[in-house]
């Protein structure tokens, strides 16, 4: 089966970790499930909709009992020092909305804050960019990507997907 992005990828273990994600859809519930099987110690939700926010905070403790604390989006967010894994999991940035960049405020950002994005088109984000210009460490939605077609792969043909062909093939199409 697929390996996991446990935070290989990344070269970072959740466990233990602060993590701040933005968004409170399908992508954040299954990335902050995870997150808190995997040990992280503090997952804070930040979402513009006060309901779909609310209502993952109380899954994760009520199913996982995870740490989690629920922030409303309403104006620019700031990340601040306590903060170990950033992770966009909107659609803020998706093509065709390419120029667009989630409201973050990244200035008062440990340097060893890893930033993640979701977005796997165009791998190279706003928020992506950002962060590698304060010389933060980051994880594009690329790999997301290539594992959930990895896994359909495997599970249509019973055979190991070819990750690396996968990878290339997607950085070769998004990059036109």
Request: net charge negative; with cysteine; hydrophobic share 45%.
């Amino acid at each position: 089966m697929v390996a996991e992005l446990d935070g290989e990828a990344a070269g970072i273990d959740p466990r233990g970790k602060r993590v701040v994600v933005l968004g409170a859809g399908g992508a954040a519930r299954a990335i902050t499930v995870e997150l808190a099987l995997a040990g992280a110690a503090r997952l804070t939700i930040v979402n513009r909709s006060l309901e779909r926010g609310q209502t993952l905070v109380a899954h994760l403790k009520d199913r996982i009992s995870a740490d989690a604390a629920f922030e409303p989006w309403l104006k620019t967010y700031r990340v601040g020092d306590e903060v170990d894994i950033l992770v966009n999991a909107t659609s803020i940035g998706l093509y065709p909305d390419v120029e667009a960049l989630p409201d973050v405020d990244l200035t008062s950002v440990r340097s060893d804050l890893l930033v993640c994005d979701v977005v796997p088109n165009p791998p190279e984000t706003r928020l992506i960019k950002a962060a590698r210009a304060r010389g933060l460490k980051t994880l594009t939605g690329l790999p997301m990507l290539v594992y959930q077609g990895a896994i359909g792969f495997e599970m249509w043909t019973g055979q190991r997907a070819p990750e690396a062909v996968m990878t290339s093939a997607l950085e070769k199409a998004f990059s036109n």
